[in-house]
Structure formats: C-alpha cells, structure tokens
T-cell receptor, first 112, second 114 residues
C-alpha cells in the first residue's frame, strides 16, 4: 500500500535559519506529492504540490522537488520566519487509492 | 474562497453518548472526508463520500458511521463514544475534476470523551 514517512519533530529553529523537513514515500504507480501546513488553531491548507518526477513545487518561499529515484519530496526554505511556526504534513495522492495518504506531521517552531 | 465549516470547535462528551459532528461546505464539492488527527499518527481517514448518499470506509471506520443526505453536509456519528475516540476531527472537501487533488479543510473539532 501507499505510505509517507516524515522526519520526526519537533523542529526548533532561530529566525532566518535554513529549514529542511524530510519526506519519503512508498506508492504504486506515479503519485502526486503535496505539502500541507496547519497553523495553530486552524485546519490544514495546501502549501505546494508536484505532480510528476523532477517537478518543483514552490510557495511562500518554500520549495520541494519530486525525486523519483530517491522517492523523496523534502521541504526546504532558505530563511524561516516566526510566522512559519506550524505543523507540516507531507502527503501523496495515488489514482488507484483515490485519496490522500498523509505523513505523521512535523511540528516546526521558529524563535525570534 | 472555499469554506468548510465544522459546527463545534470543542466538544466534551461522556462515555456511551451518541455524538454528532457536523460539517458543511459551500462550494458544491462532490467529495467529502472525515479524518482524525492524533499526535505522532498524523491524519487517518475514517470515512469519505463521493456524492450524496454515498459513503465508503476509510482506514479506521470502526466505532463510527456517517451520513450524507445533502451534498453540502457530511456528518460523522459516534454511536457510543469511548475514551479512545478523544481526538481532533477534521472534515475536508474536494472538487472532483479527475486531476484536482486539493483538499479544503475545516478548522477541526477537538472532542474529549470522559
């Protein structure tokens, strides 16, 4: 079956530090890959996505590249802000499963 | 903007009670989902519905049921609440175009079963 493995948190960084949150996946076929973000007290919202190998998704300074050879979709940001503090979820969509499979989430805290 | 509204932000219930969690979306989406979110486990799919009166079991349907009588409303029912159902419950909807996998989430209901 499909599965998503994220690096465990929590992750604590100082403002302007570089961020990487690792995500690897197992899936049949050619899944689409996503990062969702959940700010405190809110539901999840889509941050970025990539639908095929070597695609790069980007939004709000965050980037992730779909690496088929390493089955990875790591989230990166060059300079984090306090407002980036949230829980980040990696997810995949496989047409055969017809639904999203989520990772366990990574709590990010950015200190001023 | 799509809006997915969950009726309660916080609920406290007693063991054995029947609990209804309501979710309404305003964008005429065909697909709706119920997840529960637990620390270290991420989101787990309980039930989903592709259209009115249709429902399918997700990964953890035991102890839950759902109702979809109208397109905009998807209800999650705990027939007899138990303490292990204390969790954050998230509703989501999706416009099924065959290529759009984006989910829109409500802000969640934190349920405590005592």
């Amino acid at each position: 079956g499909n599965s998503v493995t994220q690096m465990e948190g929590p992750v604590t960084l100082s403002e302007e530090a570089f961020l990487t949150i690792n995500c690897t996946y197992t899936a049949t076929g050619y899944p689409s890959l996503f990062w969702y973000v959940q700010y405190p007290g809110e539901g999840l919202q889509l941050l970025l996505k990539a639908t095929k190998a070597d695609d790069k998704g980007s939004n709000k300074g965050f980037e992730a590249t779909y690496r088929k050879e390493t089955t990875s979709f790591h989230l990166e940001k060059g300079s984090v802000q306090v407002s980036d503090s949230a829980v980040y979820f990696c997810a995949l969509y496989s047409g055969s499963a017809r639904q999203l499979t989520f990772g366990s989430g990574t709590q990010l805290t950015v200190l001023p | 903007d799509v809006k997915v509204t969950q009726s309660s932000r916080y609920l406290v219930k007693r063991t054995g009670e029947k609990v209804f969690l309501e979710c309404v979306q305003d964008m005429d989406h065909e697909n709706m989902f119920w997840y529960r979110q637990d620390p270290g486990l991420g989101l787990r799919l309980i039930y989903f519905s592709y259209d009115v009166k249709m429902k399918e079991k997700g990964d953890i349907p035991e102890g839950y049921s759902v109702s979809r009588e109208k397109k905009e409303r998807f209800s999650l029912i705990l027939e007899s609440a138990s303490t292990n159902q204390t969790s954050m419950y998230l509703c989501a909807s999706r416009d099924w175009t065959g290529a759009n996998e984006k989910l829109f989430f409500g802000s969640g209901t934190q349920l405590s079963v005592l």
